[in-house]
């Protein structure tokens, strides 16, 4: 392991920049593949992302398990981390934050809560073969609004559609009544009390 890896590992920033100023080697890897910034990031520690940063760290470079730095933080939690890399890689890479925000993402509502919008389709009748066990609850209640303000029985975009009517009110109703916004990387960062 490197000097540089292990004060990073420590969280000592002052030697993190004084091993900078000296020469240190800002891609080299560990034995488990990971450079410096890909432990700061993990570690959510941004003074020292930010100096590595600095001194012409890759934000975009990836080891064996082809995962950026930012990847990395997101997958820790590490939100602070998280925008400052992100604005890293914007940067390097100016379409980085079409690729890295725009996913397939959707959000989950009870279909009654979108049954208020006028035009909303009534639900159809479940077959009686489909009821649930005594004991188990329902999702049949449960939709799906996609970044393109289509409605789903499914998570998938385009499967089980339900509501296809997209028009300014229909979007005005999602933003303004339900408080919709087409989720993105951050929305899945645990918040605190969420299970780790």
């Not at 420590?10 to 004084?18: E, H, K, L």
């Not at 009534?122 to 009686?128: C, K, T």
């Amino acid at each position: 392991m490197t000097q540089l890896i292990e004060a990073v590992q420590a969280g000592d920033v002052a030697a993190v920049r004084r091993l900078l100023t000296t020469g240190a080697r800002l891609d080299e890897r560990d034995g488990d593949d990971w450079c410096a910034l890909d432990w700061a990031a993990g570690r959510g520690d941004v003074a020292v992302v930010q100096a590595l940063l600095d001194h012409g760290a890759d934000p975009l470079a990836t080891g064996k398990e082809e995962r950026t730095p930012y990847q990395i933080a997101l997958a820790a939690g590490q939100v602070a981390a998280v925008r400052v890399l992100a604005e890293a890689e914007d940067r390097v890479d100016p379409d980085a934050a079409g690729q890295r925000f725009w996913r397939p993402y959707c959000k989950a509502y009870l279909r009654s809560e979108l049954a208020r919008f006028p035009g909303f389709p009534a639900e159809e009748p479940a077959p009686e073969s489909a009821e649930p066990a005594e004991g188990e609850e329902s999702d049949d209640g449960v939709v799906f609004i996609h970044d393109d303000y289509t409605v789903t029985k499914a998570i998938w975009r385009g499967e089980d559609v339900v509501f296809d009517a997209v028009t300014d009110e229909w979007r005005r109703f999602c933003t303004e009544e339900l408080g919709f916004a087409v989720p993105t990387d951050l929305d899945l960062v645990p918040g605190p009390g969420s299970a780790s």
